[in-house]
């Protein structure tokens, strides 16, 4: 009983003694503790280990598979064994897409396997294949203007890189674009800035009333090699195969445990990742890292004997990848519970480089004021605009979001391929990911004044 | 008959007016035709344009294959419409080692496949493959200290990329030391300096005595997984399978263009590079990028009407890779010949930087000399000691060599691997080792006292 007493005595008297004051001017008082979580978030390379554990341990966790489920019961059971409270999975049916086997040969000009990975949501072939001439373009305006010559054909997008969001409209939209056009199959050079031969999957879309086409990706590197030979004036012809297939959706769960608010246990800060990946490399990077270095955020609070005055939620979203089931379900799950802030990091846990926040302004001036902590590892750049797929349905209620920014550099290297793995990763640098996680978190659950919306 | 009168004509001008002078002193006369080379050679892309005609058209090109022959029958057609003299395929008879199929899966702790390749000269496995458990070792004495581990299993070297000549002992020696512990089989991590999940192939040994069996590459991130799963305590198995086998030599080709000297047609200047390749990607940066700027050099040169005292011959030499055959065989076949100067490009070519160059210190001197001419496009560096596994049996008979040196940051994460593809490479950059090979090549050739021996 005094045990559930004493934590607020002291909180008690500042709010009878002190007068009321603007929370900005309380974030000062938090540079010692704020000094102390990154002290110790850098002294080991705790997450970097515990990411080895999970990715080495259960490999890439695609939506509806059994390493994913796995993944997820091994977690509930670290998490209880950190000490965290309520730990607990909530169930969230899940798109069920399974990739099969599958092949692409080049046929003529000369033989060749090139490498390739089918989109996630894509059709497979029938069984024996598509065996057909390919028409390579550079864009959807090219393929309009070479519409009467794709009738039949497969459609290559050899798109080159130059944004994520601009380039990965191939990969999203090009297979409704080419059956549209009458081809029979479509392909996308791979949505990467750099290559090794090794395509990226990723998530595509079909349109209704529109046929739906087998659609996968290729290398950087042959689809430049199909477009030089079709300037040379060579005719191309692969053959494609694929099994993947769309099975009834299957369950899964959003996996998460607290440290409970000792004064305001309702009100949530909630900070994390997606558990599920792709289902090729070990989904390290994509997002494995962003879990577990939220998780040891919070290992590392409750470690420290941080219990903040409201409570701290980190959470493994399942299905961001190709559903985005996930965040949808926590979103509707907790609509009841006030989020005060929710955290996400899903872009690598590289180098970090401080936060992008979305919420009001006044909210922005606390966040930024907290940042400054993390300039003595310069992660305190916090900066207009932020938040993450998994938070967004959250975010859209009004929640103020906020997104982990790292040096992204090598992302897109890596991102959706076989070598999205734990050694793309730098022990240091997920540490440094780590601390920037824990301050902000633990000092906006622990700030007298509940951050503005 | 006037025509080959002609050219001499000058020269005994010269020769009956100018008194003796030394070499060097010569070579300042030949900077106007050194800016004349250059110009010419960084006006076009022809290099960069060939080389993908070359290496989009036959792929890759392992000694003893139908590829390989069929390259050289075009570089012989395209050689003689480019104009050169003595356009000719010498004879050769090289090593004809074949992969077939093959593939690793990781059985226990977790299915997956792992990408690898099998190292050119290894034998295959049993039809159904080889199961075993795995022992993971970082170095040779770590495999002698745990040897009593080793039998019966197949031993993966995790050997971390260093320098190419010291990480390249464990696919050359691998198996040699793994078959010595009792092992089954042997593994390494792709000898790379980067990775995407891209192993690599290369050359590997046998020794008399030891008995033979199945040596391999994986990747870099798998390699470094199944060593963090043995330090986690984790039994690892594996089913290798292989149907690698060594078949009777094949016949193949030196391949070869030249200008013929108008002064000492007898004494030549040799430049070139491999034709042959590894049987993945395209061999475009090892060494089609060689073969092909040397090759454009000469014909530039021809193209340029400059028609040197001595003959300038380009070659392509064949089995570089799993023999050295071509540049023994181009050796012995031109033992008679006086070989002014031999010059290789095995380095890829990107953008170059100079020479490293093998001979004495007079001729050091001249080159030297030549080298300041290719100062103004920053190519001008010539440093002590360099050379090529393709000329180094010419220069083991006394024969000055040198080898283009370019910036390699890049070269080994696509050395004998899938990735070795033309988009590597850049057009200017080519364009810049062929501007360096032929100042080099043409004003060896032309001055009027050969290189000093």
Known sequence: MSRTIRPALPVLLLALLAPPVRAQERVSDYRDVANRIIDAATASHRAYERLGDLVDTFGPRLSGSVALERAIDWILREMEADGLQNVRGEPVMVPHWVRGQESLELVVPRARRLPMLGLGGSIGTPPGGIRAEVLVVSTFDELEARASEARGRIVLFDAPFT???????????????AAKAGAVASLIRAVASGSMQSPHTGAMSYEDGVTRIPHAAISVEDAMMLHRMQERGERIEVLLRMEARTLPDAPSRNVMGEIVGHERPDEVVVLGGHIDSWDVGQGAMDDGGGVVAAWEAVRLLKELGLRPRRTIRVVGWTNEENGGRGGAKYAEDHA???????????????????????????????????????????????????????????????VPGMGLNVDGTRYFWYHHSDADTLDKLDPDEVALCVAAMAVMAYIAADLPEALPR
Do not use: C, W
């Not at 005060?340 to 970090?352: N, Q």
């Open 336 to 398: 009841g519970e006030t989020h005060v802030l929710a955290i996400e990091s899903d872009g690598g846990v590289f180098k970090p480089l401080g936060f992008g926040f979305t919420g009001t302004d006044r909210a922005f001036a606390i966040m930024s004021e907290i940042g400054r902590f993390l300039e003595r590892v310069d992660a305190g750049s916090v900066t207009r605009g932020g938040g993450g797929a998994d938070i967004g349905p959250l975010m859209r209620t009004g």
């Open 163 to 177: 944004s994520y969001g601009e380039t990965v409209q191939y990969r999203s939209q090009g297979a409704i674009a």
